[in-house]
């Protein structure tokens, strides 16, 4: 059952591989550190491998046939891509889901003001993070402002080299013996993330100047005025590039890698398969961190409606058959795992925890307390999967998230298991998981890739 470090067992050309797929993971994780972004970025790649739009489909009055590559979006924040396979829908499709959004901090509807002579931006942190982490770090700002007549302003401030970045501000240490006592929950407040943005009172102005002066140079570069905040979605995330990590730049480090990693594995597993017998899925979607809510998130209907589009467009929809299709489906319900930390050793069941370097991961279960919460994988689909992934030299390994009773977690599993389909959480172990700077293994995202490809094969 002892799993060795996958670093062992690489061919130069291996290496090669590895290297170069990492290298478009990095960069996949530059442009698309949001979730608007990230869904822009893989229609673009998903064009470039044939892929059209359903309403392209929908308008031209084609059929779709076997070979065929079609994807679906909602509100710009979730996207599938399907690939339609060689045997009838119904006798399920094979689907890798993973989530594109990220923890982070959102700015509020009215979030502008002054005070003690700087401009602030209010916000509200979105999905599971210790505050604390996100003070006197740089910070950058990604969304839109949508005008009242529909005009869609993008906004991306603080990657580009010459670009502005933007902070939190945190106690100096020196006055910090009170803040100090204080348990971490609250040793930063929510209330406090506050975003500094400005510093300069506009001349001539009297009350709340440097206020009156950021409108200013929103008005200058966005033509924007503070109203429009109101239908604005601006995210606050680390600023700066994903990086390599470690003298032998074994790993990677950067923002977002929950559930990036997973999504971009899947999204290149998928444009590389090409013909398949069951037809190819993969969802990327939205809202995970906050529980899969609203139109974006995996419990919307979304994906409902977008396999039966699909089966509409190959003249086949029916109730039964949507209900069939999905029921007789399999899923590899792709989200990041918690790494082995040895500074850290006592959270962690050491037989049954994930480690660097060391593969794939399969948790059959997920949840809180006793597995509450979970999808709880089925033996035999899971034997199934082994038996895959043993077949194609991809490396894996079993886990939980870490000791009974410490806490938990969920994924989009659950879900789509209510569907009556097989549904396995899996994907990538990674370290600093929820911090602004995440750190994942280069040889893990090059085994979950090739397992990813061997599923789509396969199952
Ligand atoms: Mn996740
Ligand atoms: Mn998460």
């Known amino acids: 059952m002892k799993k060795e470090s996958a670093w062992k067992t690489y061919t130069q050309e291996e290496l090669q591989e590895l290297e170069a797929l990492n290298k478009r993971y990095r960069d996949f994780l530059d442009a698309g550190k949001t979730e608007r972004e990230c869904v822009k970025e893989i229609i673009k790649q998903a064009e470039a491998r044939g892929y059209n739009s359903i309403e392209e489909i929908e308008n031209s009055g084609k059929k779709l046939v076997p070979g065929d590559k079609v994807y679906t979006v909602m509100m710009k924040k979730a996207v599938t891509l399907f690939n339609i396979g060689e045997k009838p829908l119904k006798e399920g499709m094979n689907i890798l889901g993973a989530h594109i959004d990220s923890p982070r901090l959102d700015v509020k509807q009215n979030p502008l003001y002054e005070e ?34 529909g005009t869609v302003f993008e906004i991306c401030i603080g990657e580009k080299e010459d670009d502005p970045v933007f902070f939190i501000s945190d106690l100096l240490v020196h006055l910090s013996q009170k803040q100090l006592e204080k348990k971490g929950s609250v040793v930063v407040e929510g209330e406090d993330l506050n975003l500094t943005v400005g510093n300069i009172p506009l001349t001539g102005t009297e009350k709340d100047a440097v206020k ?235 085994e979950v890739k090739k397992g990813y490809e061997a599923f789509l094969k396969n199952a």
């Open 116 to 149: 003690g002579g700087f401009a602030y931006l209010d916000t509200h942190y979105y999905g599971g993070i210790k505050k604390y982490q996100w003070v006197a770090i740089p910070l950058s700002i990604h969304g839109v402002a949508v005008k009242k007549d």
């Open 212 to 446: 009156a002066n950021t409108l200013k140079l929103l008005e200058e570069y966005y033509g924007l005025q503070e109203e429009d905040f109101i239908s604005a979605e601006l995210e606050i995330v680390p600023a700066g590039k994903a990086k390599e990590c470690g003298l032998d730049k074994s790993m990677i480090m950067a923002y977002g890698q929950d559930d990036r990693v997973c999504a971009y594995t899947s999204l290149e597993a998928m444009l590389n398969t090409d013909s398949v017998e069951k037809t190819a899925v993969c969802i990327l979607v939205d809202k995970e961190e906050i529980g899969s809510v609203g139109a974006t998130g995996m419990r919307s209907r979304f994906f409902e409606n977008s396999v039966a589009r699909i089966m509409n467009c190959m003249d086949s929809y029916s109730e039964f058959d949507l209900r069939m299709t999905l029921q007789n489906s399999k899923m590899l319900s792709s989200d990041v795992s918690s790494a082995y930390d040895p500074i850290y050793s006592s959270s962690y069941d050491k037989n049954n925890v994930a480690y660097l370097s060391k593969g794939m991961v399969f948790n059959k279960f997920t949840g809180s307390r006793g597995k509450s919460g979970s999808n709880d994988a089925n033996a035999e689909y899971l034997a199934q999967l082994r038996n895959i992934m043993d077949e194609n030299k991809v490396k894996f390994q079993t886990a939980e998230l870490g000791k009974v009773d410490l806490g938990g977690g969920g994924t989009i599993a659950y879900i789509l298991a209510l569907y009556g389909m097989d549904v396995i959480d899996c994907g990538v172990a990674v370290l600093n998981m929820h911090a602004p700077w995440e750190v994942t293994s280069k040889a893990d995202i090059y």
